[in-house]
């Protein structure tokens, strides 16, 4: 009985090589089929035309993932409006930027009309009276100086004068605190969220929700494989966005800012905003623009060593256009239901943000509500 199991088992050690062999002649054969013809793609069950995502995925080498394409927007098209240059884009100037809010025209105009105004007249007066003293009172001109120590009425004028100054200036002030801080009723509510380094924004009265990044560079190295390069129909270096703010025009707009890590500042110069984004509160800022456009601002808070790349840009189209992207977003209107096709965008979008299969993995297939939902669009 010994010699039988002894046999057994020598027999069983020499059939384990011959297996190995044999399914590596089988490997070996797939893998030359796959080089004769690389740009053949697997069978699809449902008869559709193998995608550029599919095919960058089955070229992939295993264990890697392959590089998902973005795909080249529409200039003009909702999203990616293009900039008008001057106008809610940086240009150089010295003074502000053109201001396109009720609140950034009242800032505005108490900046220009009142407080330089203001400080010019100060300064006209204070230098008079220097040369004026020094032309009076030298040496040359009085020999002997006076002894008098005080003047009733000059104290009395240098007294109330910096009071009615401060006056004139607290009024339009206060006024413009309180308009800043009593917002209207909103239409669209917005929550914007810091983070190091980039932006989250969430409608949710719409249910739309994305992430906001910057776009580098074509000669960027830094750039990852099939992410989409910066052009000058996305705006100037530096503030360009692959995801931008879409807002409707005329409506009141209202922005609940916070973080979730260290402080920002969630700022944009044609709107006259510049909030603090805390962790752990929350802030609120409205906008009410009347004028389409894309506006463009930054963080205004040192908040780490990539401080710089945190850029924000809003895009004011008219209500039709805004209503269309919320439900190309998959989102829907406040007491509607979702809108045709939304469901089927919203799957689109999220099956092509989500990671290839790994190597030897297959792709799961679409969901019965997914394909339920497209048979009846």
Request: hydrophobic share 45%; glycine share 8%.
């Amino acid at each position: 009985m010994k010699l039988i199991g002894w046999a057994l088992a020598l027999a069983a050690a020499a059939m384990v090589p011959a297996s190995a062999l044999a399914q590596s002649d089988v490997n070996r054969g797939t893998t030359d089929v796959s080089a004769q013809n690389p740009n053949q793609a697997e069978p699809n069950p449902l008869g559709e035309a193998p995608s550029s995502a599919s095919s960058a995925t089955a070229s992939a080498q295993p264990g890697e993932s392959a590089p998902t394409a973005a795909a080249e927007p529409v200039p003009g098209s909702t999203g990616h409006m293009v900039p008008t240059p001057g106008i809610g884009v940086p240009d150089g100037r010295m003074g502000l930027q053109d201001q396109v809010t009720p609140i950034g025209r009242e800032a505005a105009a108490f900046h220009d009309k009142w407080l330089l105004t203001l400080c010019v007249i100060i300064s006209v007066f204070v230098l008079a009276l220097l040369l004026w003293t020094l032309l009076r009172y030298n040496r040359r001109a009085n020999p002997t100086p006076s002894r008098n120590s005080h003047n009733t009425f000059l104290e009395v004028v240098w007294t109330l004068l910096p009071v009615l100054i401060l006056v004139a200036i607290a009024i339009p002030s206060i006024r413009l605190i309180a308009n800043q801080y009593s917002p209207p009723k909103a239409d669209v509510t917005i929550k914007v969220t810091g983070h190091q380094w980039s932006w989250s924004y969430e409608y949710p009265d719409h249910g739309v929700s994305f992430d906001s990044f910057m776009l580098k560079e074509a000669n960027d190295p830094t750039r990852q494989p099939g992410q989409r390069a910066r052009t000058d129909a996305d705006g100037p270096p530096l503030l360009a966005v692959d995801r931008r703010v879409v807002i409707p025009a005329g409506k009141v707009v209202k922005f609940l800012i916070t973080a979730d890590d260290v402080i920002h500042a969630f700022a944009i110069p044609a709107f006259w905003i510049k909030q603090d984004a805390n962790p752990g509160q929350v802030h609120e800022t409205w906008v009410k623009v009347d004028r389409p456009g894309v506006y463009f601002g930054q963080c205004s808070e040192l908040c780490g060593a990539r401080h710089a790349y945190m850029p924000i840009a809003v895009e004011v189209v008219p209500e039709a256009q805004f209503n269309a992207w919320v439900g190309a977003q998959g989102g829907s209107l406040p007491g509607a239901g979702k809108p045709p096709g939304s469901e089927v965008a919203a799957a689109s979008a999220a099956a092509a943000s989500a990671p290839p299969p790994a190597a030897g993995e297959t792709a799961a297939a679409p969901s019965p509500a997914i394909n339920q939902a497209a048979t009846a669009n």
